[in-house]
């Protein structure tokens, strides 16, 4: 763990809303501490749109329970420093904490069928939390749950402040857990695959009221989604997570454009295009991501990358200064030709 | 297709009807009709793969369903390899089921998690007497290469596998029967996408190898485009557009497959300005819209299509067919 | 609303109809079960069999013997026991019932707050050294046997620690009037409370135990937590609130079967002479009519408590009410 910086009185000027540096997450497991997390460090910057993109096992979703605190203390272990607004909060009270959950930091996840609480409107789960944190009558955080849900796309939001979850569809129910994680008007909104439960004319919806939202209350946005099509869409910049690191990270269309690691060459390849040529076969990246007790010391990718050598077996550098990098011992300016050649090779005759 | 005489389809759907009543009490006559499939009419031809695509709601894994006869037809015509098998009773379907297999999305639930791999797949082999006992093994790890796994993985449970090796576990089983054809209900949905390409590719292999036959039934339109020749599009429990997959995919012929395609987000393209926001949710199938069905949220609506229901036509000189009073391409 | 609950009665007379039904069948149109010849004794002559047969009308066809029955037993509540012969078996039935219902319903209380106090510590303090003891003793409370508890509580109660000064309020076993004696109906009830109780404490403190956990792997606890809510509120407004569907359910079953009679063990041992042990002897002597007013009682509160449950669902969870 780094020395502990004491952090300024007031920040300054254009110091991030938030800061993550050197954050690794552990599990204790029956066969030890498992890493899920390593070394991990990020900033988003105020009304920004950060996306983090990796697949399931790639240690996203950890990433961002560890942001709000809500990892299982008894059985995971987290190092490093995470600065929001200046605070220190990964040393906070669970009371202090508390303050800042829902209040200054919001939360949306990934399954609106499962994600509210089955047995009360989605009224009174929006004044619930307007009430844990301000001190106003119950008709006046209702007014308010009203006017959000009015906010969110809702077309008759009186009625709708009444109803039950069950008694909304998918995407209605998504735009509920907006409104909820929005009605403190939080400086940064994590939002866990949003639409990756959503039908994609739903998702075009979804997507569409996250950016107007962005616009209007000028939240960041943390976007984790496994959909590159998403990123490309609505992200800033883009963090490519693999094993637990951030391989590449960068502006999104600097990554789409130019993309610098071997994973998110494969990654993009993988994905069937909708327009022009169809391939006879979808460049997939053989293998499988490693289970967190077995990833490798050096680069995680190694074991699946056709252009690992010897010095793969160490841990590549993570230039986090740069604007657009990668975690990978590959010569820069001999990647534009590794890709092509991957893409060629690939193409069958 | 070959320009020889047109082949005869493998199964021919004319005017499938899928009903279900919910809310039935202990009275009769009540309860109100859930029309999930209506008047659908498709064919599959050998060799083929028809992709059916369609959102959460369109009736899309009901008519798999109806396909293969797990479920029975309240209305309609199904043809089998000629056979009639509209009404056909459990003890006739035997036979056709071995030729007609189905593959479903989640790997995990599909396959008994107290079986090792090797009684999951070799059971139909058992049951069916497809192969003597005696080469019931030497099948089994062929079955194992088709999907690309080992047979060292023969006496593993489920739970040891990834996502990936479980659906190739799943299509292995499939497999087993030797059948003409398989529906396979959003089999790679479930999947990462690296991973899902794997099984993609898998898909196009083995129908190469093994003449198969596949309706391939998925959400994700990009997957169904990698594997169709054909593809049909579901809106609410109709068929509203058929075509050959790159005609359908560049000039979308029905507003809602050419909505559908605009919501999809694509790797590399920021054009959100472009995109056409559909208004609206899906309607009841409870309670359809009593002109066309997507007359509610399309774009080009006008008097007519809320009050007539427009027929499947064909258009392009018959090799589509659109639902659709003012089709997006010009008629036949 | 209203056709609901007339459907709803409507089930519970078709019910009660088929139990009725199946009790008297079992009973009186068994082969060699022949209640005439089980009235008149053992070693009776022919004649007196004849007798008793055409009295009680056994001689007459099936329905009617049923019709005359359930006349007897709803209309001019007259019938009689065959055993102790002019006893009539309503009043025996009216008077056991409230012993029974004095016996359940305390120890039903009793249960549902232990049983939340166990579920509830026991899952906030997961895999510690409380939730372990509290997990541990709610699995003596299941394994425990009631007659032995029972009667182990009388030893202590009754006899060997009755002069101290913990015990020397208890009063002799038997059962006192609610109505004449509130006090003394509170003391003779209170050791029995504890006993029927014991069992139904640890069954539904790990039950809940079990849902809460359960529950806290759900994103909608997720939810709540991202909100900023403090966990006590988390647990009761959320957690606790789901996994009492479940724990409704189970409360209805267990207590319609106790107050049918299921409480026997209890009633035996501590004197009560409930509708447990009325049953009890009744089956002992084949007492054919009062078995059957005892099981018309019995399935009577277990169809009531399952209306009631099924209407407490109704207000505990909106997904089964009509839109």
């Known amino acids: 763990m780094p020395a502990p910086q004491t952090p300024p009185a007031t920040p300054p000027a254009r110091a991030p809303l938030l800061d993550v540096a050197n954050l690794s997450v552990s599990f204790a497991s029956d066969r030890g501490r498992v890493k899920a ?119 008759n939001p009186a009625e709708a402040v009444d109803r039950y979850p069950h008694q909304l569809s998918g995407g209605m129910r998504q735009r509920a857990l907006i409104a909820l994680a929005l009605s403190c008007n939080p400086a940064l909104l994590v939002a866990d695959e949003p639409t990756t439960a959503l039908d994609v004319t739903v998702q075009a919806q979804v997507l569409d009221l996250l950016l107007r939202l962005r616009d209007d209350f000028g939240s960041a946005i ?44 494969g990654l993009l390849a993988s994905i069937p295009p909708l327009h022009g040529a169809r391939q006879a076969r979808l460049r997939s990246i053989p293998g499988l991501p490693p289970t967190a007790d077995g990833i490798p010391a050096g680069c995680g990718f190694a074991p699946r990358c056709r252009f690992a050598f010897d010095a793969c077996a160490a841990r590549p550098p993570d230039r986090r200064g740069d604007s657009h990098s990668a975690m990978c011992f590959l010569d820069p300016s001999d990647r534009e030709r590794l890709r092509s050649e991957m893409l060629e090779r690939e193409r069958p005759a | 297709m070959s320009a020889t005489a047109p082949p005869r389809p493998l199964l021919a759907a004319t005017d499938l009807t899928k009903h279900f009543t919910v809310g039935k009490t202990f009275w009769p006559g009540s309860g109100r009709t859930l029309r999930a499939v209506e008047d659908v009419s498709l064919e599959v031809f050998p060799g083929e793969t028809l992709g059916l695509v369609g959102e959460s709601g369109s009736g899309k894994s009901t008519l798999g369903r109806c396909l293969t006869r797990l479920y029975t037809l309240t209305a309609g015509r199904l043809l089998f390899d000629g056979r009639d098998i509209s009404a056909a009773k459990e003890r006739a379907l035997k036979p056709v089921r071995l030729n007609m297999q189905m593959i479903f999305q989640d790997p995990s639930a599909s396959l008994n998690p107290r079986r090792r791999v090797r009684d999951i797949v070799g059971d139909v082999l058992h049951v069916h007497k497809i192969r003597p006992a005696a080469a019931i093994e030497d099948r089994l790890a062929e079955l194992m290469g088709l999907v690309g796994l080992g047979g060292d993985y023969l006496d593993r449970y489920p739970h040891e596998f990834s996502g990936g090796q479980r659906q190739r576990i799943g299509i292995a089983r499939a497999l087993a029967v030797e059948p003409k054809l398989i529906v396979a209900d959003e089999p790679v949905s479930a999947l990462d996408v ?88 899906l309607p009841s199938p409870l309670d359809p819209p009593r002109g066309c069905k997507f007359s509610t949220r399309c774009r080009y609506a006008q008097a007519r299509c809320r009050t007539d229901r427009p027929a499947p036509t064909a258009i392009a000189g018959g090799s589509r067919t659109v639902a659709c009073h003012f089709p997006l391409v010009a008629g036949a | 609303m209203l056709t609901a609950i007339i459907q709803r009665l409507a089930q519970m007379v078709f019910v009660m109809f088929g139990i009725s039904a199946l009790v008297f069948l079992i009973f009186f149109a068994t082969p060699g079960a022949d209640p005439a010849a089980r009235i008149a004794g053992r070693n009776a002559a022919q004649e007196t069999v004849e007798a008793i047969r055409h009295d009680f009308g056994f001689d007459r066809p099936l329905p009617v013997q049923y019709g005359i029955m359930m006349k007897r037993l709803f209309i001019s509540r007259d019938l009689t026991s065959f055993v102790n012969r002019g006893l009539q078996v309503v009043p025996q039935v009216l008077a056991a019932a409230p012993i029974t219902l004095s016996l359940v319903c305390g120890a039903a209380v009793l249960w549902v707050v232990g049983g939340i106090a166990v579920g509830v510590l026991a899952a906030l303090t997961r895999d510690t050294i409380i939730d372990k003891a509290l997990m541990m003793l709610a699995l003596i409370g299941v394994s425990m046997p009631v007659f032995w508890f029972g009667e182990m509580m009388n030893l202590v109660s009754q006899s060997r620690f009755h002069d101290t000064w913990l015990f020397s309020w208890v009063p002799g076993l038997g059962y006192k009037s609610l109505w004449t004696d509130p006090w003394g109906w509170f003391k003779t009830l209170v050791i029995p409370w504890f006993t029927l109780a014991a069992l139904y404490i640890g069954i539904y403190g790990r039950v809940l135990r079990a849902n809460l956990v359960e529950a806290y792997q759900e994103d909608f ?103």
């Open chain 1, 222 to 265: 943390i976007l984790i989604t496994h959909d590159m099509g998403v990123v490309s869409e609505v992200a800033d910049r883009v963090h490519v997570m693999y094993a637990g690191r951030i391989v590449e990270r960068g502006t999104t269309d600097a990554v789409f454009a130019d993309p610098q690691h071997p994973y998110t060459w």
């Open chain 3, 221 to 323: 606890i997720r939810t709540a937590r991202a909100k900023g809510l403090s966990p006590a509120r988390v647990m009761v407004r959320h957690a606790l609130r789901v996994s009492l569907i479940p724990f409704v359910t189970m409360f209805g079953l267990d207590f319609g079967v106790l107050v049918g009679g299921a409480a026997l063990l209890t009633e035996v041992v501590f004197g009560l002479n409930g509708v447990g042990r009325l049953t009890y002897q009744a089956l002992l002597s084949l007492d054919l009519p009062m078995i059957l007013a005892t099981v018309m009682y019995a399935s009577f509160f277990v169809v009531v408590t399952n209306a009631l449950v099924d209407m407490l669902y109704v207000l505990i969870d909106p997904r089964v009410r009509k839109s």
């Open chain 1, 37 to 155: 997390i390593d070394d991990v460090s990020f900033t988003v910057q105020e009304g920004e749109i950060l996306s983090i993109v990796g697949e399931s096992g790639s240690g996203k979703t950890v990433t961002l329970l560890s942001l709000l605190g809500l990892n299982d203390p008894r059985t995971t272990f987290v190092d490093g420093s995470v600065l929001f607004r200046g605070q220190r909060i990964l040393e906070m009270s669970d009371r202090q904490m508390r303050r800042i959950r829902g209040k200054d930091i919001g939360l949306i996840s990934q399954d609106p069928m499962t994600a509210l609480t089955p047995v009360y409107t989605i009224g009174w789960q929006i004044v619930e939390q307007i009430r844990a944190h301000e001190r106003i009558a119950k008709a006046a955080a209702r007014k308010r749950a009203i006017d959000l849900l009015a906010e969110v796309g809702f077309a």
């Open chain 2, 194 to 281: 690296s991973v899902q390409a794997q099984i993609v590719n898998l898909f196009n292999e083995l129908q190469e190898r093994l003449h198969l036959t596949y309706v391939f039934i998925a959400h994700d339109l990009a997957v169904v485009r990698q594997v169709s020749t054909r593809v049909a599009v579901m809106y609410l429990g109709s068929i509203v557009e058929t075509g050959e997959t790159d005609a359908l995919y560049s000039r979308p012929a029905h507003p809602y497959t050419e909505a559908l395609l605009s919501a999809i987000p694509q790797p590399g393209r920021r054009a959100r300005g472009n995109r056409i926001l559909l208004e609206g949710e």
